[in-house]
């Protein structure tokens, strides 16, 4: 099993900057892709960004160039620098992370911008 732990939401004004981190333990060496999604009210949660174990990234057009998704392969760690933030950043952000046949959730983490 394998347990995530979110830290770093908050409430934060637009134009600045937040940073989310999960921490991942248990059988963390199943683990490969790790990323963070989100879900504002009335919406399906979103891939906000993803990083494999390779160290290759992916990200939601609407957050490239503001957000970077870093990764500690040894811990399992990932972090999520938001920068820029906007009102329509506003959501629960949830770090997820994959095993070969299992898919992990974390409890989610709330931010909020202010405009």
């Known amino acids: 099993q394998v347990q995530l732990m979110e830290s770093g939401g908050g409430l934060v004004e637009a134009g600045g900057s937040l940073r989310l981190s999960c921490a991942a333990s248990g059988n963390i060496l199943s683990l490969n892709r790790m990323g963070w999604y989100r879900q504002a009210p009335g919406k399906p949660r979103e891939l906000v960004a993803v990083?494999?174990?390779?160290?290759?990234?992916i990200y939601a057009d609407d957050v490239k160039g503001r957000f970077t998704i870093s990764r500690d392969n040894v811990r399992k760690n990932i972090v999520l620098q938001m920068n820029s933030l906007k009102f329509e950043d506003t959501a629960v952000y949830y770090c997820?992370?994959?095993?070969?046949?299992?898919?992990?959730w974390g409890q989610g983490t709330q931010v909020t911008v202010s405009s």
């Open positions: 997820k992370a994959s095993a070969v046949i299992k898919i992990y």
């Open positions: 990083i494999t174990s390779g160290g290759t990234t």
